[in-house]
């Protein structure tokens, strides 16, 4: 019998498939920064600008506790866009960690899309910041799960087959349905942990 080619795979089961094949690791959540780590004030550039939200710290804690990495997949269209380099996007990052360090918990890893616009696979909803991140860290994507105040966070999560949950962020929200509507980080952490994503 001859084989017919039908055409890709829809995204999502080829996210799927690929983190499939990953090595079974530990489960992380893979956090969107900008509105659900730290305060929203647009294109963030300066260290000044960077306030962490409360109970992040609570629940960053509640997470490494229960053995899930914690990464920031974050997408940062100011370096694509001229505001700012990605020089500027690695110093917002180490000036959360610097903040997060005075409570005792950390980030795991950071990674950003500095793109705009189609025709990458990294900028959310597309996988490729958490396949990366699953690859280089051994983690068990199927076990993880995606918390974000926007659409493209939840997306992510439908195309990885993984729970998406929404902390407030942007009204009115116009994004898919997600799994669960958090009112605060700590509350999107004590919902996953008890699920056992």
């Known amino acids: 019998m001859i084989a017919s080619h039908v055409g890709p795979a829809p995204i999502g089961e080829r996210a799927r498939t690929a983190a499939a094949r990953l090595m079974r690791g530990k489960p992380a959540v893979f956090l969107d920064r900008d509105g659900t780590l730290i305060d929203d004030v647009g294109f963030v550039s300066t260290r000044k600008d960077v306030r962490v939200l409360p ?7 509640t997470f490494a506790d229960a053995g899930y990495a914690c990464v920031v997949i974050s997408n940062q269209s100011g370096v694509a866009r001229g505001y700012f380099d990605e020089t500027v996007v690695h110093d917002i990052n180490a000036e959360v ?3 997060l360090k005075s ?5 795991d ?7 705009f616009g189609a025709g990458c696979d990294c900028r959310k909803p597309e996988p490729g910041m958490v396949l990366r991140a699953a690859h280089e860290h051994n983690i068990d994507v199927a076990r993880s799960a ?6 493209s966070d939840i997306a992510l999560g439908q195309r990885l087959g993984i729970p998406g949950v929404l902390v407030p962020g942007p009204i009115p929200y116009d994004g898919p349905e997600p799994d669960f509507r958090a009112e605060t980080l700590l509350e999107a952490a004590e919902w996953i942990v008890r699920r056992g994503t």
Do not use: W
């Open 146 to 151: 995606v918390v974000g105040d926007r659409g």
């Open 97 to 99: 960690s610097d903040q």
């Open 103 to 107: 409570d005792n918990v950390k980030i």
């Open 109 to 115: 890893a950071y990674y950003f899309c500095p793109h």
């Open 55 to 61: 109970t992040v710290a609570q629940a960053l804690r």
